[in-house]
């Protein structure tokens, strides 16, 4: 059955990179019908949807407006898995990372990111 | 911006049906999702297309979907559904977004 495991570290200071990687089995990242996905969780924003990529013929993205500026989500198909670096984070960006993909029929196991100095 | 609207909680007995509401304005032409939370855990899929459920979702859990409102409903709801309910759809330019969530208590 399809797995994703995320990793990636828990802590982040300010004004550096948030990266975290979500690998995948029993699927694959360049599946033409899935969408690979980047979702956050915190008490102020609730579950929040930041981002995706998707093959089907040719890579897309497609970013939440409110991180737009400052994400990036790729694929890389040599290890089946994707990854998200969000820059210049404040602790506003504080939150449970999760992975998942198309509308969320398997999600990952949640990753905590504290950003703090 | 588009958003989509729960109410922040639902409470009813156990063995009574539980009703969830998910508001939007592109409701009647995208998808509704419905996620189930239970505290200190990741997301599962109840309900996916406004009305399927997963494999391994037990029947008291369905979804309906009319107009601008999609409704997740729970028949005979049992102390182990308290759980955090999240609607998912996208706006009318596909991309994703969550309800603000709505807390079930059944007690």
């Known amino acids: 059955q399809i797995q994703l495991q995320q990793s990636g570290p828990g802590l982040v200071k300010p004004s550096q990179t948030l990266s975290l990687t979500c690998a995948i089995s029993?699927?694959?990242?360049?599946?033409?019908?899935?969408?690979w996905n980047w979702i956050r969780q915190s008490p102020s924003r609730g579950l929040e949807w930041l981002g995706r990529?998707?093959?089907?013929?040719?890579?897309?993205?497609d970013y939440a407006v409110s991180v737009k500026s400052r994400i990036t989500i790729n694929p890389d198909t040599s290890n089946n898995q994707f990854s998200l670096q969000l820059n210049s984070v404040t602790p506003e960006d504080t939150a449970v990372y999760y992975c998942?993909?198309?509308?969320?029929?398997?999600w990952g196991q949640g990753t905590t990111v504290t950003v703090s100095s | 911006s588009y958003e989509l609207t729960q109410p922040p909680s639902v409470s009813v007995s156990p063995g009574q049906t539980a009703r969830i509401t998910c508001s939007g304005d592109?409701?009647?032409?995208?998808?509704a999702y419905w996620h189930q939370q239970k505290s200190g855990q990741a997301p599962v899929m109840v309900i996916y297309?406004?009305?399927k459920r997963p494999s391994g979702i037990p029947e008291r859990f369905s979804g309906s979907s009319s107009g601008t409102m999609a409704t997740l409903s729970i028949s005979g709801a049992q102390v182990e559904d308290e759980a955090d309910y999240y609607c998912?759809?996208?706006?009318?330019?596909?991309?994703?977004?969550f309800g603000g969530g709505t807390k079930l208590t059944v007690l």
């Open positions: 029993g699927d694959s990242v360049s599946s033409n019908s899935a969408a």
């Open positions: 998942a993909r198309g509308y969320g029929d398997v």
């Open positions: 998912y759809s996208t706006d009318s330019s596909g991309i994703p977004l």
């Open positions: 990529t998707y093959y089907r013929s040719q890579w897309y993205n």
């Open positions: 592109a409701l009647p032409k995208k998808y």
């Open positions: 297309e406004d009305s």
